[in-house]
């Protein structure tokens, strides 16, 4: 029973976003067939009200279990001040911030040598299609002629 439990101490039984429709008599909610490998695994299951609550239901934490997402020491609200005060306590060393240490920066080339000159090329941005590039690529000797 814990184990299964445990799998429910980050994360909600259903999202709202699953839920199709709902109404007095029935709740129709998406969720997806594993077992199907390709093509469509997303399909849409109507229960009556009352079997959707008792499923539901299986799934809610009972008394003394909580979200682990908005608690702990890693959570993110006070998190350095938590770690620092940890720290203290255990007696451990305070960690300075130190910078990271300095390396030569090698830039990221192409494997095709440049059509112009033969020199290796350079990376200077990457972009997703559809993104404008930030830069804008030298003219080509034969449009600047």
């Avoid at 090698?106 to 033969?118: K, V």
Wanted: charged fraction near 25%.
């Amino acid at each position: 029973m814990l184990a299964y439990l445990s799998r429910y101490t980050h994360r909600v039984a259903i999202s709202n976003s699953r839920i199709v429709s709902a109404d007095a008599t029935t709740v129709a909610f998406r969720w997806k067939d594993y077992r199907i490998k390709n093509g469509e695994r997303q399909k849409v299951m109507q229960l009556a009200t009352p079997e959707f609550i008792r499923r539901f239901l299986i799934h809610v934490l009972p008394d003394g279990f909580h979200r682990i997402r908005h608690y702990g020491l890693l959570a993110s609200g006070n998190r350095k001040a938590k770690i620092a005060k940890v720290r203290v306590l255990l007696g451990a060393e305070v960690v300075e911030n130190q910078s990271p240490p300095t390396a030569e920066i090698i830039p990221l080339t192409l494997r095709e040598p440049c059509p112009d000159c033969g020199g290796q090329m350079r990376i200077i941005e990457t972009f997703r299609r559809g993104q404008k590039p930030q830069t804008r690529a030298p003219p080509r000797k034969k449009a600047a002629a």
